[in-house]
């Protein structure tokens, strides 16, 4: 079995000095392919370097909660990147970038404005360079969609990460030729609704993600009354994407092997510069 994890942040602080380690273990449980996103200038070459040291694969962009941080050129910086890398066979996409309406400061002015300019304009990018999107969507489904219609580009590729809005939703996604991201939040059975999505939508729509070292599955998450007793909240990784599988596989009635299948190749279908990476796995 082969699997790739499309949304996974190895540069993160959590990891440090350890992400080599962390990537290796990812790869003996047959994790193949981690897509590698970028959230601020100041990564970009961070997760340039670790995909090139890892065989994997990355991401350029400007997320929306370093809106806030960036300056004013940083758009600029993105643009001469993309230019500069744009026949590098590793990067497969733009993003980190979106909007994110959960973050009360990010929806009061100035910020929701400036985010939104953030946003479109990494689109417009992405379009310049005919590259997929990786996309932030936390609460901001409805206006992520209103910016991919304004450009109104007939072949968007790329990715819903963490999806977490309506069937409606999804099939709006899906209609615009994107992919859906599931992870960790699908292991908690209370998530009731993310779960009848995960078992309901077409399968050749979804991808799987850890988004390492956030959205923990639920083996690792501990309660704050557990953390005031002393245990460890655990951290997320890439070699947790076979057992997140195995709980989307239930939820689907397929098997593992099944369902790896059909995800490595929606991931590739979502982020075709991926297939040139992956032959040789």
């Given at each position: 079995m082969?699997f ?16 080599s ?14 897509v ?13 370097t670790?995909?090139r040291a ?11 909660l ?5 300056q ?17 066979p ?8 979106g ?22 304009t990494?689109l ?27 450009l109104?580009?007939?072949d968007w ?16 996604f ?11 939040a ?15 939508l ?7 993600e ?7 599955p ?12 002393g ?46 990476l992956?032959?040789?796995?």
């Amino acid at each position: 079995m082969k699997f790739i994890d499309t949304h996974c942040h190895l540069d993160a602080p959590e990891f440090g000095s350890a992400a080599s380690s962390v990537r290796a273990e990812a790869a003996r449980h047959q994790v193949v392919m981690c897509v590698l996103p970028a959230v601020e200038v100041a990564n970009f070459e961070s997760v340039r370097t670790l995909a090139r040291a890892g065989g994997d694969s990355y991401a350029l962009g400007i997320h929306p909660l370093y809106v806030k941080a960036a300056q004013d050129d940083d758009l600029d910086r993105l643009d001469a990147a993309l230019q500069h890398y744009r026949d590098d066979p590793r990067l497969v996409a733009v993003g980190e970038i979106g909007l994110d309406l959960f973050v009360p400061e990010l929806c009061a002015e100035p910020l929701r404005t400036r985010q939104q300019h953030f946003y479109v304009t990494q689109l417009k990018l992405a379009r310049k360079y005919g590259l997929p999107v990786l996309l932030h969507v936390r609460r901001s489904v409805d206006q992520v969609l209103k910016g991919l219609r304004t450009l109104a580009r007939a072949d968007w590729h790329g990715i819903a990460h963490a999806f977490n809005g309506s069937a409606q939703q999804a099939q709006s996604f899906i209609d615009l030729g994107l992919k859906l991201g599931f992870g960790g939040a699908l292991t908690y059975d209370r998530a009731l609704q993310l779960r009848r999505l995960a078992a309901s939508l077409p399968l050749d729509a979804l991808v799987l993600e850890t988004d390492a070292p956030d959205m923990p599955p639920h083996w690792l998450y501990k309660t704050a009354q557990q953390r005031e007793a002393g245990e460890t909240q655990g951290i997320n990784s890439p070699a947790e994407l076979p057992r997140i599988a195995a709980v989307l596989a239930e939820l689907r009635g397929l098997s593992v092997a099944d369902l790896a299948a059909a995800t490595t190749r929606n991931a590739l279908a979502a982020l075709p510069k991926l297939a040139g990476l992956v032959q040789g796995e």
